[in-house]
């Protein structure tokens, strides 16, 4: 059977895709990040295309070196175009809130599977999120609560947990939310005969 690798330290992509019953191997890609996105925004890239072209760099550079199907991943934040990164710290998590606070965004969830260090498929999710009006005390009481994990996601928000008091409506799947589109990946390793289908 073809070895499944997750070019990724995510421990929620790692879950997620154990939840489904898929064995993979993390390797977590040798990649600048911030190099590689200040590059791409001196280029004009949209969004979209910069978490595309970050999931591939990833799949990519794993797969050079280890023979298998390599997972890569990459989610950004789209605020009418404005590309969002984790936040540093708590004082960039609340600029983050508050900055989306009565509005819609997409997460850019990408995906890209490599073998012998080329792309071979490909998947661009795009749930759009609208987030209720935020007050500076939820913010604040939020912020306490959930502490250094929000430190971790795009948007400073975790869907699954307390997060889910930020919102007024969701388009997309759960999985996507989360940082993998699962279902088509699901069908692709079917396709590929890693899962039975």
Known sequence: ???????????????????????ATSIKPKVDEDAAKAGMRAEGL???????????????????????????????????????????DMDAARSHLMKLSGKSHRLETAIVVAENGMPIWRHLARPKLTVRVLSDEFIDDYLSTCGDALLSTVGAYQLEGRGAQIFTEIEGDYFSILGLPLLPLLDYLRVRGVLLS
Do not use: C, H
């Open 1 to 23: 059977m073809t070895d499944v690798i997750l070019a990724s330290g995510s421990a929620s992509r790692r879950a997620l895709l154990a939840g489904a019953g898929v064995t």
């Open 46 to 88: 949209s969004v979209r295309d910069q978490a595309m072209q970050l999931a591939e760099l990833k799949a990519v550079k794993v797969s050079r070196s280890t023979p298998g199907l390599v997972i890569g991943g990459d989610q950004m934040l789209n605020l009418d175009g404005e590309a969002f990164d984790k936040p540093v």
